[in-house]
């Protein structure tokens, strides 16, 4: 699954660069159960990336306005003799780093990917039942819940994961 963003870049086409997280996993359903828990930890990843990149923006398009830049650079030639064009002489694109003038940027996002990753898998268990379910087990869960629905409905959902 992926999450996709992005995050303002004055020297790029459209001033944004697009990004996204993609998440993959060998269980499929686990994946779908921890989504929500991984996109809400996901966003402030990208609340963090999207604040720390709008202040390198706004200083950036401060001290150089857009519009005279890109005038200036499509009239400049090129190495190759033309006037600067995609592909021809151009600078490679910005690297997270530049974006957001965080030099610990890949330290940060891997350190809250790993933990991401630890606490996803701690919050979601599996339980093997060793043995057919006898009626005792039945008749102890719905002692517990005070509910027999409630009890099957949970009893239900222990033998599916």
């Known amino acids: 699954m992926s999450y996709a963003f992005n995050i303002q870049d004055s020297r790029a ?7 996204s997280v993609t998440v ?19 966003q402030l990843v990208i609340d963090y990336l999207k604040m720390k990149s709008s202040a390198v923006y706004a200083d950036e398009t401060a001290r150089c306005p857009q519009r005279s830049h890109r005038i200036q650079m499509s009239s400049t030639p090129t190495s190759c003799g033309f006037p600067h064009q995609r592909g ?8 997270l ?18 933990w991401m990753l630890k606490a996803g898998g701690d ?13 005792g087990c039945v008749v102890d869960l ?17 033998i599916m994961l």
């Open 13 to 19: 086409r459209g001033c944004q660069r697009l990004f």
């Open 24 to 42: 993959v996993m060998m269980d499929k359903i686990f994946l779908l159960n921890s989504w929500p828990f991984l996109v809400k930890h996901i």
């Open 88 to 95: 021809c002489g151009g600078k490679p694109t910005r690297s």
């Open 97 to 114: 780093t530049e974006l957001t003038a965080d030099t610990q940027v890949f330290e940060r996002l891997h350190r809250a990917f790993t």
């Open 123 to 135: 919050r979601l268990t599996e339980k093997l039942l060793e043995g057919p379910v006898t009626e």
């Open 142 to 158: 719905t002692r517990l819940e005070g509910c027999s629905g409630i009890a099957l409905t949970l009893l239900d959902h222990v």
